[in-house]
């Protein structure tokens, strides 16, 4: 079990950190 929570809180963490890469570029982009 431990091994697959780990893996659902690096999934989680690279899902969040893609996600919040795309909102930021998007906010740039929205500036030009």
Do not use: C, H, P
């Not at 697959?4 to 500036?31: D, H, N, P």
């Amino acid at each position: 079990m431990e091994d697959f929570q780990t893996e659902v809180i690096g999934f989680i963490v690279v899902a969040l950190v893609v996600i919040m890469l795309a909102y930021y570029e998007s906010k740039i982009r929205k500036k030009d």
